[in-house]
């Protein structure tokens, strides 16, 4: 998968690249990860790409000239999958998105500032609009890098067996079980016997009873999905 990321603050972006899964899954050539300073596209000597919103009222805009010319250019060297704004007012991210865009080959992802991108920017370029939640950020930045990893994880190869994404919380719209490492009692407080009794199908049996169990008490809503 290639990903190209369309922003004003790279460098506010990069670090969560350069460690664990995200750095091994470049270094495994699994995933392509490329930055495009949305300045370098700006047409004046200021590298603006911001200006008044029509109509009056505070905030800024980010101007349509400087996307279209990056996004122009990337889908010139190569067919996009999706086109990607994100937005606090976009779908909110969950698994089965990132379980889908975990199969894509090129994406862009375009972080909004300010009060947000014109709208023919949308109207124009964009496939689909994703918000992390019902917050606002002070820029689209961290939320895409929330993306990346939530479907970086996902792209066959990136995982191995012990890491592997099946038994995530989500994955079968259920929350994960609890997980206990040593030592077996800790001040008096002890690990649950079954884990500890090697019968295997009985393991399975209570952790499938713990996620259900922890379902219907954390997100009973999760049940209606
Ligand atoms: N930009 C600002 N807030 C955001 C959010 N909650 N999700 C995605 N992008 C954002």
Redesign the pocket.
């Known amino acids: 998968m290639r990903i190209d990321i369309i922003t004003v603050l790279p460098e506010l972006m990069q670090s969560p690249f350069n460690d664990s899964i995200l750095k091994r899954a470049q270094e495994k050539g699994i995933v392509e990860v490329h930055f495009h300073n949305l300045r370098d596209y700006s047409t004046n000597k200021q590298r603006s790409i911001d200006d008044y919103q029509f109509g009056g009222g505070a905030g800024m805009v980010m101007m349509i000239e400087p996307i279209d010319s990056c996004i122009s250019k990337l889908k010139s060297e190569r067919n996009y999958d999706e086109v990607i704004y994100?937005?606090?007012d976009?779908n909110t991210?969950n698994q089965g998105i990132a379980n889908t865009l975990s199969l894509k080959e090129n994406i862009i992802i375009l972080?909004?500032h300010y009060k947000g991108v014109d709208q023919r920017v949308r109207d124009l370029f964009i496939t689909r609009e994703?918000?992390?939640?019902?917050?606002?950020?002070?820029?689209?930045e961290l939320?895409?890098n929330v993306l990346c990893d939530a479907v970086i994880r996902l792209i066959p190869g990136v995982l191995n067996n012990e890491t592997s994404a099946l038994t995530d919380s989500f994955q079968d719209n259920l929350l994960a079980p609890p997980v206990y490492t040593r030592p077996a009692e800790y001040k008096g407080s002890k690990v649950p016997d079954v884990l500890l009794s090697g019968n295997f199908p009985k393991i399975e049996e209570w952790r499938e009873n713990q996620a259900f169990q922890r379902t219907k008490e954390r997100r009973p809503d999760l049940f209606n999905k």
């Open positions: 994100m937005t606090p976009g991210l972080c909004g994703i918000s992390i939640g019902d917050f606002v950020l002070s820029g689209g939320a895409a």
